[in-house]
Structures are given as structure tokens and as C-alpha cells.
């Protein structure tokens, strides 16, 4: 494997669990953000428009109100006693008298007309003859209307609610009859400008801009210059409620009230009033999303540990045995999920099958191996049964330094096999009963580093060929094949090295016979720190009894406990 | 729609209150060099459908007992400016404020002639004019009490009460004694003038002064009919 392909392994599936997730948690939100905004639009526009109709059924409740009262007013005003007598004598005398009597006569009923306007809140008092000629006017806008001129009364009739177009401008009136017991002597007037203060005022009522049309053409409006304008032109003005779409902005309208050619009309923005609506949605739904966001990203967490955990810990399981060649290994249960369970059963139940057939082939080989050890041992009649019984008190010296029980398995077969490399020694050096020379020693001395490279071959004896090799290596230096020192040679070596030893003084020689056990013992302490370690010939010491019959022999039926 | 219908004849029933108008003054004696003129006066008028809405009745209190005067007793019929010499004949006569009404609503007078206005009603009452004939005020006063005015000038005097603003009535001074105002009937008599050729004239205060030329000869009866066309205003 290189590291571009490294590089190239497929994500975790941490990463796709949320990805996922979040992809989901991403539609649904654009999808609710889409349903919203457009049941959002639609619900302003109904409620807009139903604000409207709640603005002109106040604005025709105020309003009518309003007309009622300066009706009222008018009413009042128009039963005062000297403003009648007025016209009433100016109306007997008008067909005799002079200019100058007439002008009189005007000044005298405007005189009037300016005290009874001081009483009441109207734009423009107008008192007219019985041809509904303009006799005099009062008032803020009295000079807007020409006296001597006919009034054209739109959209109602004396005594009723209409609107007149006077002096450039467009009022809104009321009239009542002046009357002489129920002859009609003249008309007075209460006139209401319809300019952009009413049409300011029209908008705050009805909560909504206005517009104030007659004959199709724009009188006063709170909309901006512009979009009056377009309404102005639109024949959508010409009717009773809808939408509009002014200067790209949508406007539902509703006509608030209609006199003669005179309309008054609401306007609401839609889009105006449903972007504060939409934002609040869209804040509301960004909540949501960092709510939901926050709970995928647990979620997937929770999922992603739920599903990677088991299977991360069975391969953590599962690298470690393959990293401790451990093949008797038995993975736990995780218990997250049948599936995976099932795969560890499985999985087990394979590597507990590998393992036999592993332990089935090392049996075989270490029959194999102890036969070539045991007919090795008998080459020499002095020598039989001493592989097997440097093994046994090898595995007991162990023990009794309380070593690891996988590394007393080791110890076990590496003791069996120590000597092995001997079958590379001619029988007239090995059998050879007298002192060896030099160059005999030295075929003898060749020994573990033979049975070194045999252990080689076969890969689980790897783990004992430090034994095989270092079994003659003593702590002063003086040993081979490589004169290590002390702490330099592994404690398996050493203890093998010991009972070798031991094993080699209690038994018969050729040229000597058996030693006891105790005169032996006593010999390798002599020998203690130098030839042997010292730690190591006391557990000798402490081992030997649980080893040994009364009389002092190994007992090797042990070997297989 | 407006319908047309002769006051005159539908009206009779007025009649009961006729003594309390003021006559004309007709206390001359008769001039053997004079005529007389009859006729007989046609009071046509207009009626509208009621009044445009005015929701707002007049402040009239009792109005339906309000006395029914034939309209016809609100016409005057005097010859045009006739050359008149002597002593004008001048008497004095009563107009009554009864249910917040003038009674009559029409007077006929002779210049220098006075006229009493007696309160007949249980409250208050005031009479002002402010015609360029005769501009006065006579104060308020209560019932029971009347207080006269003088009209020392020919022309029309509007009066009003300034409590009751729907009051009103109208007084013709005239320069010289030919004028009469019709009976219930429409009928009139002007005696005692002189012959000659003259205009006479049926008036009305809303359509002023309708008028036909008149030959009177001594001792004879001249009969000139006329018809005053009064018109609801709109």
C-alpha cells in the first residue's frame, strides 16, 4: 500500500452519518422555508385585505358619523333667526333695491355668515340662495368659492352629503335647507376640503395609505409621488376592492366611499407588510434549523458511536491478536447489534477452530521435536532422560521466580530443545570419555548456535531460540558462544543454564558416578554470581523439593501437567 | 312628481278663521266719479314631493295647530303706483303670534298705518325687521302684552321673531288705498277708484308682482281675472 491510496480511503462513517443527516435536516428546512414564505405571502394578502375592509367599515362609521354631526351642526346653524332674516329681506328687496343696496345686503349676510362659522369646525361655510347661487362664504377656504356663482352639488342633493369642485379645489359637503316654515329661503353649506391633510387624516383612520380620485384624477394621496400616479392611470382604480401593482410593489386597494365621481380609496402593500411577516417566519425557522442542526449533529453522534463503537472495538480486538499472533483470542460480545454479535460468534468460532488446528500442528511439532531431542539423548547412555528433566526443573525454577505462565510455556519446550544443536556433534567428541581437547571443546563449544539455526526454521520456535543459544552463557562473561554478561542474557537462558547443570552433577558419568542432590545443590551455589545467577540457584534451591522424590530424583511424569 | 292643484278651491275649510284676518280698510265712501274693480285671482302652484331630506324637523312646536290659512289670503292685488291726492286713510290693525306663527302672514296697509302684535302664545315672543322700509325691534315679551309699530314708509317689511326662527311675515305698506287681499275663494273687490287706466298687480311674496292692465270707468265694475303662478323652489 502506498500513500496515495492512503490517502484515498473511503470516509469515516462518522463523517457520512452526519453528512446524511444534514443533507436531510437541509431539505426539509428549504422545504418548510419554501411552504412558509409563500403561505406567509398569501396570509398577508388576506389579512391586509382584511384589514382594509376593517379600515373602511371604520372609516364609513367615523366618517358617516362625522357627516352626521356636521349635518347636526349645519342643522343648528341653519335655524339661527338673523342669518334667515337676512336672506329673507335681501331676497324680498333684491328685485328693487340698488347695486349699493345690494352689496349692502351681501356684506351684511356675510357678517353674519363669519359669526355663525366661528362656532363650528369646517373648512368653508357657504350660504346659497334658493337657485343654489353662492350668496357668501366663511371659513378657512371661504375665499375659494366665487360669490354670485351656481353650485354644482355631485353625489347628492341640498340637504344631503355630495361633493362640489370650487375654486380648484374638491370639497366634501354637507347641506340643509334654510327654511321659513318649510319654505326653503336658501341653502347653507358646511364644506370639508378633500386635500392632503384629509387625505393624511383618511389613511390614519383606515390604517393604510389613500388616494382620493375624481373623475379619474388624482385629488390627494399618501402614496409616494409615483405610485399615486400609476394608480392614478390604472383602471383598477375604477372599482371596488382588488390588487394593484404599483411602481413593482403589490397593493390590495378597497374603495372606502364613493360620491358622485368621487372615490376614496385604502391601500395596503402587501409585500411591505409580509417582509416584517416573512422575516419573522424565517426567524423563527432559523431557530428551528439551529435547533435541529444541533439535535442532528447529537443524533448522528450518538448513531455514528452506536455503529462505529462495536465495530471499532471488535477491530481493536481483532489487531491485537493478529499483532500477539494470539489465535486462541475470544472477541466479548459488544451486545449492540444481532448482526454484529452474530459476526463476533462467527468470528470466534473460526479463530477458536484456527487455534486448534494451531495447537494440533505445534503438538505435532513438538513431538517431533522431543523425539529428535529424546534420540538425541540417547546417542549417549549417560545422557538419556536429561532433556526432559532439565525441562521439569526448569519450568519449577519458574515458578518459583513466579515468571509469566506464557513465558514458563516457553521455558517448558525451550528446555526440552536446549541441546539440540548436539546432533551436529560427532559421536567420538560427545561420547568421548576422557578430557576433551581444545580443538573438541571447540566442536562442543558450536553447539547452541547449531541448534539456534535449526530453531529458525520453524517460525513458532522462534520464541526459544534465545534459550538453545544462550544456555551456556554465564554471568561473569566467561560463557558462549558470546560471553554475555549478567543482565545481558534473558532469565530463560539462566535457568535453563542452572538446571542443566544440576541435572549434569546428579547424574552418572562415564567417568564418574551419580552425585547427590544435596552435594549438587551445594556445588552450584559455589558457583553462584560467577558461573550461575544467584537469584536464579536460589529458586533451584526453593523448587527443588516440590520436584524431587525422597531419594532425590526429578519427578519427570510431571512434564505434562 | 310635482302636481298641480288650485289652492283656492281645496282650502275652505280656513274659512272658520277669516274673521280674525284684518281687512282691507274699505271705509271710504263711495265716489259717484269712481269704479270698481272684481275679479277673480287663481292661485296655482307647484307641489313638490316632500322636502329633500331634512332630517332635521323644523323647530316648530305644535305645528298642526298652527291655523290653516288659505294660501290665497297671502296674495295682495293693488294697482301700480296710482296717482293718489288727499288725506291717506289710515287705520290699525292686530297681527297675532298664535302657535309660533304669524296670523296673518300677509298684511296690507296704508302708509302710516299701525299695526299691533299681540303674544297670544304662552312663552315669549319677538318681532324685528330688518327691511329697508321699516327696520325695528320690538323687544321680547310675553303673553298677553302687544306692542305696536308704526310704518311711516311705503314698501315690503319683512318681519321675524328672533326666538322662532321659522317665523315670518310680510307687510305691505302702500302709498295709496286700492288693494285688497281675494277671499278663500279667490274672489276680490277694489272700490272706489277712480277712472282711469292703471296696472293692477296679484302679489305674491314668492313671485313678486303679476300684473294686467285695467281700464276703470265711472260707476261700472271692471272684472279682471289673474293667475299667480307660486312655485315650490327647489
Not at chain 1, 366618517?63 to 342643522?75: G, H, I, K, M, P
Not at chain 1, 444541533?294 to 443524533?299: D, G, R
Amino acid at each position: 500500500m502506498t500513500a496515495s491510496s492512503t490517502s484515498a480511503q473511503p470516509p469515516r462513517l462518522l463523517v457520512k452519518t452526519l453528512a446524511v443527516i444534514f443533507v436531510t435536516v437541509a431539505l426539509l428546512l428549504g422545504a418548510v422555508f419554501v411552504v412558509v414564505t409563500v403561505s406567509v405571502r398569501d396570509q398577508v394578502r388576506q389579512s391586509v385585505a382584511a384589514s382594509l375592509e376593517s379600515g373602511q367599515r371604520i372609516f364609513g362609521a367615523v366618517e358617516s358619523r362625522r357627516q352626521r354631526e356636521l349635518q347636526v351642526q349645519a342643522a343648528t346653524l341653519a335655524e339661527n333667526p338673523t342669518l334667515k332674516a337676512t336672506i329673507d329681506t335681501f331676497a324680498a328687496e333684491a328685485r328693487t333695491s340698488s347695486d349699493s343696496q345690494r352689496t349692502q345686503w351681501l356684506t351684511t349676510i356675510g357678517n353674519e355668515l363669519d359669526k355663525v362659522a366661528a362656532r363650528v369646525d369646517a373648512d368653508a361655510f357657504v350660504l346659497a340662495d334658493t337657485h343654489q347661487i353662492t350668496l357668501a362664504a366663511a371659513g378657512r377656504l371661504g375665499d375659494r368659492w366665487p360669490r354670485g356663482r351656481p353650485i354644482a352639488l355631485a353625489g347628492g342633493t341640498a340637504g344631503d352629503v355630495g361633493v362640489v369642485r370650487a375654486g380648484g379645489m374638491l370639497f366634501r359637503v354637507v347641506s340643509v335647507p334654510l327654511q321659513l316654515a318649510d319654505v326653503p329661503i336658501g341653502t347653507l353649506y358646511l364644506a370639508t376640503s378633500l386635500d392632503q391633510r384629509y387625505a393624511e387624516e383618511l389613511a390614519t383612520l383606515a390604517n393604510a395609505r389613500s388616494a382620493i380620485v375624481s373623475d379619474g384624477l388624482l385629488v390627494a394621496s399618501t402614496l409616494a409621488t409615483g405610485a399615486a400616479r400609476e394608480f392614478e392611470a390604472t383602471a383598477e382604480s375604477r372599482q371596488q376592492d382588488g390588487t394593484v401593482t404599483l411602481e413593482g410593489q403589490a397593493y390590495s386597494f378597497r374603495r372606502l366611499v364613493q360620491v358622485g365621481n368621487t372615490s376614496f380609496y385604502a391601500l395596503g402593500s402587501i409585500d411591505e407588510s409580509s417582509r416584517s411577516a416573512t422575516r419573522t417566519a424565517v426567524r423563527n425557522l432559523a431557530a428551528i434549523a439551529a435547533g435541529a442542526a444541533a439535535l442532528a449533529l447529537i443524533a448522528s453522534f450518538w448513531l455514528a458511536r452506536m455503529l462505529t463503537g462495536p465495530v471499532g472495538r471488535l477491530s481493536a480486538s481483532l489487531a491485537n491478536a493478529s499483532r500477539s499472533h494470539d489465535v486462541r483470542v475470544r472477541l466479548p460480545l459488544t451486545g449492540s447489534s444481532r448482526e454484529l454479535d452474530a459476526l463476533t460468534e462467527t468470528f470466534n468460532a473460526l479463530m477458536a477452530s484456527v487455534a486448534t488446528a494451531e495447537e494440533q500442528t505445534q503438538a505435532a511439532y513438538t513431538g517431533s521435536i522431543r523425539a529428535l531431542a529424546t534420540a538425541l539423548d540417547a546417542r549417549d547412555p549417560y545422557t538419556a532422560g536429561h532433556s526432559e528433566r532439565v525441562s521439569v526443573l526448569s519450568v519449577a525454577i519458574g515458578r518459583a521466580l513466579n515468571l509469566p505462565a506464557d513465558e514458563i510455556e516457553v521455558i517448558r519446550l525451550g528446555a526440552l530443545l536446549h541441546d539440540i544443536g548436539k546432533i551436529g556433534v560427532p559421536d567420538e567428541v560427545l561420547l568421548k570419555p576422557g578430557a576433551l581437547t581444545e580443538a573438541e571443546f571447540h566442536i562442543i563449544k558450536q553447539h547452541p548456535g547449531a541448534g539456534a539455526r535449526i530453531l529458525r526454521s520453524v517460525p513458532f520456535l522462534v520464541p526459544h531460540i534465545p534459550i538453545v543459544e544462550l544456555h551456556h552463557e554465564r554471568p561473569d562473561g566467561r560463557g558462549y558462544p558470546h560471553g554475555l554478561r549478567g543482565d545481558e542474557i534473558p532469565m530463560p537462558a539462566r535457568i535453563v543454564h542452572v538446571a542443566d547443570a544440576y541435572d549434569a552433577i546428579t547424574s552418572k558419568r562415564a567417568y564418574r558416578g551419580a552425585r547427590p542432590a544435596g552435594e549438587a545443590l551445594r556445588e552450584i551455589w559455589r558457583f553462584a554470581g560467577t558461573e550461575f545467577h544467584a537469584e536464579v540457584v536460589g529458586a533451584l534451591a526453593t523448587a527443588l523439593p516440590g520436584v524431587t522424590t525422597d531419594t532425590g530424583e526429578l519427578v519427570v511424569g510431571q512434564m505434562h501437567a | 312628481m310635482p302636481r298641480r292643484i288650485t289652492l283656492g278651491a281645496c282650502l275652505a275649510s280656513g274659512a272658520v278663521l277669516l274673521p280674525l284676518l284684518a281687512p282691507a280698510p274699505r271705509a271710504q265712501a263711495p265716489d259717484a266719479a269712481a269704479g270698481r274693480i272684481t275679479g277673480h285671482i287663481k292661485l296655482t302652484t307647484r307641489v313638490h314631493a316632500p322636502l329633500p331630506a331634512n332630517a332635521y324637523p323644523s323647530r316648530s312646536i305644535g305645528k298642526h295647530e298652527a291655523p290653516q290659512i288659505p294660501e290665497i289670503r297671502n296674495v295682495v292685488v293693488y294697482l301700480k303706483d296710482p296717482p293718489f291726492r288727499g288725506a291717506l286713510p289710515v287705520s290699525r290693525v292686530e297681527l297675532h303670534q298664535q302657535n309660533e306663527t304669524f296670523v296673518p302672514h300677509v298684511l296690507a296697509i296704508t302708509r302710516g298705518s299701525t299695526v299691533d302684535f299681540p303674544n297670544d302664545d304662552p312663552f315669549f315672543h319677538n318681532v324685528f325687521s330688518l327691511s329697508s322700509a321699516a327696520t325695528f325691534n320690538l323687544g321680547r315679551y310675553p303673553r298677553g302684552q302687544s306692542r305696536p309699530a308704526k310704518f311711516a314708509k311705503a314698501g315690503l317689511v319683512k318681519v321675524f321673531c328672533d326666538i322662532h326662527s321659522h317665523m315670518s311675515a310680510s307687510i305691505l305698506v302702500l302709498d295709496h288705498p286700492y288693494f285688497t287681499i281675494p277671499g278663500a275663494d279667490g274672489n276680490y273687490e277694489i272700490q272706489n277708484v277712480p277712472a282711469g287706466q292703471y296696472t293692477i298687480v296679484g302679489w305674491h311674496e314668492r313671485v313678486g308682482e303679476r300684473s294686467a292692465s285695467v281700464r276703470v270707468e265711472a260707476g261700472r265694475a271692471t272684472t279682471i281675472d289673474m293667475t299667480v303662478p307660486v312655485e315650490d323652489l327647489p
